[in-house]
């Protein structure tokens, strides 16, 4: 069993993404998920930091952490370092005491510690229920005299770190690529949708409606191949460029430009297409043309693959259903107070 820690405020959407890369994923505290199993996929995850071995769970206070592992056994040779974890401020335990307590418990059977460089990381993550909110966000102490939350729930798990995700998101700023234009996916999101989509290693991501490229390089990044079109020709040239200078000349991709109502690929060329729908404002088309674009697009996309991740600032499953797909999973994630992204996941 592990451990997983959730990045972003939408643990459903983060549990959906880690689902690509893990097996039985559950959320079980506010920032915290637990799986059956995980792959070395899980270091290109966007939406979960770390993966640990699960030692136990218990009550989110530090007696009960404390006696969680004098009564685990604890199989690691070397060095050892432990780290505390409030998640995202939501139990008010304190956590320098956890490290002093947990680390005692340590020394007692043997192991040297090492805060620098250790050769095994025992993390101890508390976090209230599943969608708690921060004990300072509800006025609430941050030095609860049991570190408890304040409803009784929430739960600490013990984990030996095993992965970390590579990171590097900010590296990739769309401003600092080649070719820009207002409006560019942000890298996380877009790592997230191609694995929600399932893309890795032999699979190839198909983006109809690609832009400046940042869902492609983000596919062509996990080891996918990239197939994009654009109805523009600047669009099809910026990311041709974009992808060259971050996959490399010999990179696994072709970009054209296509009309997304009539692409010029074969019959299931794609594992998985995913493609963000140009909104109103963005694409200057309203009303019922964009409606019919966006059918066409995803009777398009469903002859190319037979799963397809769409973001948009409102819903079409009444045109995704129309088009033969069935809504596998529908995420609302408010960027700020005028829009909502929607991302449907879709299967045949």
């Given at each position: 069993m592990?451990?997983l820690?959730?990045?972003?405020?939408?643990?459903?959407?983060?549990?959906?993404?880690?689902?690509?890369a893990?097996?039985?994923?559950?959320?079980?505290?506010a920032?915290?998920?637990t799986?059956?199993?995980?792959?070395?996929?899980v270091?290109?995850?966007?939406?979960?930091?770390?993966?640990?071995?699960?030692?136990?769970?218990c009550?989110?206070?530090?007696?009960s952490?404390?006696?969680l592992?004098?009564a685990?056994?604890?199989?690691r040779?070397?060095s050892?370092?432990v780290?505390a974890v409030?998640?995202?401020?939501?139990?008010?335990?304190?956590?320098?005491?956890?490290?002093?307590?947990l680390?005692?418990?340590l020394v007692?059977?043997?192991?040297?510690?090492?805060?620098?460089?250790?050769?095994?990381?025992?993390?101890?993550?508390?976090?209230g229920?599943?969608?708690?909110?921060?004990t300072a966000?509800n006025?609430e102490?941050a030095?609860?005299a049991d570190?408890?939350?304040?409803?009784g729930?929430?739960v600490?798990?013990?984990g030996?770190?095993?992965a970390e995700?590579?990171?590097?998101?900010?590296?990739?700023?769309?401003t600092?690529?080649?070719?820009f234009?207002p409006?560019?996916m942000?890298?996380?999101?877009?790592r997230?949708?191609v694995?929600?989509?399932?893309?890795r290693e032999?699979?190839?991501?198909?983006?109809?409606?690609?832009?400046?490229?940042?869902?492609?390089?983000?596919?062509g990044l996990?080891?996918?191949?990239a197939?994009?079109?654009d109805a523009?020709?600047?669009?099809?040239?910026?990311?041709?460029?974009?992808?060259?200078?971050a996959?490399?000349?010999?990179g696994?991709?072709a970009?054209?430009r296509?009309d997304v109502?009539?692409?010029?690929?074969?019959?299931?060329?794609?594992d998985?297409?995913v493609?963000d729908?140009?909104?109103?404002?963005?694409?200057?088309?309203?009303?019922d043309s964009?409606?019919?674009?966006?059918?066409?697009?995803?009777?398009e996309?469903r002859?190319?693959?037979?799963?397809?991740?769409?973001v948009?600032?409102?819903?079409w499953?009444?045109?995704?259903v129309?088009?033969?797909?069935?809504?596998e999973?529908?995420?609302?994630?408010?960027v700020?107070?005028?829009l909502?992204?929607h991302?449907l996941?879709?299967?045949?």
């Open positions: 592990y451990v820690e959730l990045g972003g405020q939408d643990d459903d959407f983060a549990a959906c993404e880690a689902a690509s893990a097996a039985g994923v559950e959320v079980v505290g920032g915290l998920a799986a059956r199993a995980v792959t070395d996929r270091r290109d995850l966007a939406f979960v930091h770390r993966a640990s071995e699960v030692v136990g769970h009550d989110p206070d530090v007696a952490a404390r006696a592992l004098d685990s056994t604890v199989d040779e070397g050892v370092a780290r409030d998640v995202r401020a939501t139990t008010g335990v304190d956590t320098q005491r956890v490290e002093r307590e680390g005692q418990v007692d059977r043997g192991f040297a510690v090492d805060l620098d460089d250790p050769d095994h990381e025992l993390r101890a993550l508390f976090a229920p599943p969608g708690a909110e921060s966000a006025g102490s030095d609860a570190g408890s939350d304040a409803d729930t929430g600490c798990v013990l030996w770190l095993e995700s590579e990171r590097g998101f900010g590296d990739r700023r769309p600092d690529r080649p070719f234009q409006g560019s942000d890298p996380m999101l877009a997230a949708l694995n929600v989509a399932g893309a032999g699979t190839t991501v198909v983006d109809p409606m690609c832009g400046t490229g940042g869902v492609l390089l983000e596919a996990v080891g996918a191949r197939v994009g079109s523009q020709a600047k669009m099809a040239r910026g990311t041709r460029a974009n992808l060259r200078d996959l490399g000349a010999d696994d991709f970009v054209c296509g109502t009539r692409l010029p690929f074969a019959d299931g060329v794609a998985a297409a493609f729908v140009p909104y109103g404002r963005q694409s200057k088309i309203e009303g964009l409606a019919d674009l966006v059918g066409d697009a995803l009777a996309a002859r190319l693959a037979g799963r397809a991740v769409v948009a600032d409102r819903s499953e009444a045109q995704a129309d088009t033969g797909w069935r809504v999973e529908h995420f609302e994630r408010r700020h107070r005028s909502v992204r991302i996941v879709l299967t045949e």
